[in-house]
């Protein structure tokens, strides 16, 4: 055991625990940190955010490539795809990257401990080393960050190859010629774009009756023709039933909108229904640590468990599993222990689906504002009148946002369009900071740029956009 207590251990390296150690430490606690692999960054880093941003850029470029410089006068040869070159650039990525928080833990005086970490106490955490070698290590605060892992349907088992997760979606060894993908959230969309880009036949199962789920409904509806447009095939509100897995592919078996049985065939499948939160072997339950119904630690509103020393954070928590998310409850988390105010406003979190155009989105639907009991102005402005998006040839998409009738207050931002995920950010400060479409419509935009439609759908608000 050690002789010298930390004040705070964090199990997992991913976004939420590196973050949350690198700002312990700042603070003055002597932190460690623990997590099964050598490579630190969790899931995000290793097989999750940057590897797939990493593809979705190279794919990007590749299309462009093959369909989208002409339009710019720009003429090519034939281009060719180098799979493996790709594959080497994404790796090259994700160990730059990995390399990069190992870096920051030594630089902040971290120490890290490689192996499972087990709960033994509130105060105490057995880590087992891949040689099966212990070691027990005394914290006066523990903190659980240890993510979540892909959730495998029960009659399609992953077998790596035909029956793939996201995992290894991100490395098949040749491009599909027909990847059928069940779930049509993020990572499905994302990773049925990746493909399409290089060639394959995507179709999309989805038994919700729109794409991504809670999206703003008329961005949802957007966004799925935009991605019909470019080749994807949707079958929404289906159910999977079956599936017949042989060497060379795979049949799937579904009932589609109206109930009438249909089959598929694909050489590959990837199931993306969604994540579950990572907690086997932690021994949380053991010692006491709560769960909630949906399987989450429970936690109060400072992250705390039902063991006083012991905090969560992150995709082991309620809230969406997104690894920006995890950051901010990171920091807060080690601010409050250090004594200092911590706190995230789950209303001002983004989400980003890299698709492209891209999606991205701050706040409430306009659906989920009137279950609130809202009555709402939206304004509208579309990327076809904007300038920049025009010389880009980039016209797809819209800004919507809405906004409180009574008190013009900013309740949610959507947008469909290009470099959604960078434009999003003034959205989000604008929901954090309880500004008003009129704040935003007043705010000067410098000429001609693409957040120029967040300007024009302020204005919309008030019925008195400029360029439409």
């Known amino acids: 055991m050690s002789d010298t207590p930390f004040d705070l251990i964090v199990i997992g390296a991913g976004p939420g625990g590196y973050v949350a150690a690198i700002r312990a430490a700042q603070l003055g606690l002597k932190t460690a940190i623990i997590d099964k692999r050598a ?36 003429e090519v040869g034939e281009v060719k795809l180098n799979l493996p070159e790709m594959m080497k650039r994404k790796d090259a990525v994700v160990s730059d990257m990995t390399k990069g928080v190992a870096f920051l833990m030594k630089k902040n005086k971290i120490t ?57 979606a991100l490395s098949l060894p040749e491009v599909p010629k027909h990847l059928i993908v069940i779930g049509a ?29 809670t999206i703003d409904r008329k961005a949802g509806e957007l966004s799925q023709r935009i991605l019909t447009k470019q080749g994807m095939t949707f079958h929404l509100g289906a159910k999977v039933t079956g599936a017949e897995v042989a060497p060379d ?17 694909g050489d590959r499948v990837l199931v993306a229904v969604g994540r579950r939160p990572f907690a086997d072997g932690l021994g949380a339950k053991e010692i006491g640590v709560k769960f909630t119904e949906r399987g989450r630690v429970q936690v109060d509103g400072h992250f705390r468990t039902s063991v006083a020393t012991i905090s969560a954070i992150g995709d082991v928590i309620d809230g969406p599993m997104l690894a920006h998310k995890a950051e901010e409850e ?57 300038g920049r998006a025009r010389a880009m040839e980039e016209r797809d998409g819209f800004v919507k946002i809405i906004a409180d009738d009574a008190t013009d207050r900013i309740l949610g931002v959507f947008i469909v369009g290009p470099r959604a995920s960078d434009m999003i950010g003034e959205a989000v400060l604008a929901v954090e900071f309880g500004a008003t479409a009129e704040d935003l419509a007043r705010t000067v935009h410098a000429h001609p740029t693409l957040p120029e439609v967040i300007k024009e759908a302020a204005l919309a608000v008030d019925k008195r956009a400029l360029h439409s």
């Open 112 to 168: 890290v401990f490689t192996g499972m970490g087990k709960l033994t106490s509130g105060t105490t955490v057995e880590v087992t080393a891949e040689d099966g070698s212990t070691q027990t290590i005394t914290g006066k605060h523990l903190l659980i960050a240890t993510g979540s892992e892909v959730i495998e349907l029960p009659f399609l088992k992953f077998d790596g190859d035909r029956v793939v997760s996201s995992t290894e």
């Open 185 to 213: 959230g993020a990572i499905g969309l994302e990773l049925g774009s990746v493909w399409k880009r290089l060639g394959a036949d995507v179709t999309v199962i989805e038994a919700m009756p729109t794409i991504l789920g």
């Open 330 to 386: 990171g920091v807060a988390v080690a601010e409050l222990l250090a004594g200092k105010p911590g706190h995230v406003n789950p209303d001002a979190i983004p989400f980003v689906v890299y698709t492209w155009p891209e999606i991205a989105w701050v706040g409430l639907s306009e659906e989920g504002a009137a279950e609130r009991g809202h009555t709402v102005r939206t304004g509208v402005f579309n990327f076809s009148a904007n």
């Open 249 to 265: 592919g795979v049949t799937l078996a579904f009932t589609d909108a109206k109930g009438q049985p249909q089959t598929l065939t």
């Open 39 to 74: 490579a630190l960054g969790g899931t995000c880093l290793n097989i999750g955010c940057i590897p797939s941003k990493a593809l979705l850029e190279s794919t990007e470029k590749f299309h462009e490539a093959v369909a989208g410089l002409a339009a710019h006068g720009v």
